[in-house]
């Protein structure tokens, strides 16, 4: 992607719609999108509603931003997705409340429902503990990522990547809600997971589900 003033709003847009459907809440969530020299992430301490285009940072994609530049301060998981995952051109970090409640007992999410399979394989992955915007936490992340498309941070939060932006956004959504369901199952009785087979069948039948690139 370039960085164009439309690049910009689509990330402005992602947190501004992200705070309207529940998934995140005043500045705590972030959103960067690889451009053609490094990536563009969201800055730290804004309020979604009065960020502007000129207030995204662009940033490489290795090494630590300049001390003019003030992105997000997770800013460096987003760097390490990025380089982990050369096809995928967007992140998204939230702290949604079932997927974080999830992430707060460090379980990962199993098959409870067929979408699942949107994160590409039979299990949403939870990373280990570590401090936000630390080393270590950026190092548990992108391996968490390696094989799937989203994670969830241990007494964080939540991640999903995506080949476009909206796709990551898409995931987020999808997430939380696979999280709430499995709460809701819990609450009645044992959730009947699937089997390998049906996710393998799922996954084959995913090649053009999803939502369409409708980026600028
Ligand atoms: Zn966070």
């Given at each position: 992607m370039q960085d164009t003033t439309a690049t910009r709003h689509s990330i402005i847009y992602g947190c501004l719609w992200m705070e309207r459907v529940g998934l995140n809440q005043g500045t705590s969530g972030n959103i960067s999108v690889r451009v053609d020299d490094g990536l563009l992430i969201t800055p730290s301490a804004v309020l979604y509603a009065k960020?502007?285009?000129?207030?995204?940072c662009k940033i490489s994609l290795d090494g630590p931003p300049s001390a003019d530049q003030h992105p997000s301060s997770e800013w460096q998981f987003h760097q390490s997705v990025l380089q982990a995952r050369p096809d995928v051109d967007a992140v998204v970090h939230a702290h949604p409340a079932n997927a974080t409640a999830i992430a707060i007992q460090r379980r990962s999410i199993p098959a409870v429902h067929y979408m699942v399979a949107a994160f590409g394989g039979a299990s949403v992955p939870c990373t280990g503990y570590a401090l936000f915007a630390s080393d270590a936490l950026s190092v548990m992340v992108a391996d968490a990522v390696k094989h799937r498309h989203g994670c969830l941070l241990a007494n964080h939060g939540a991640l999903t990547v995506g080949d476009i932006l909206d796709r990551a956004l898409w995931r987020m959504q999808e997430l939380e809600n696979l999280a709430r369901v499995m709460f809701l199952a819990e609450q009645s009785g044992m959730p009947v997971i699937l089997s390998d087979a049906d996710i393998a069948e799922t996954l084959t039948s995913f090649q053009d589900y999803g939502i369409r690139n409708t980026a600028p």
């Open positions: 960020m502007t285009p000129e207030m995204i």
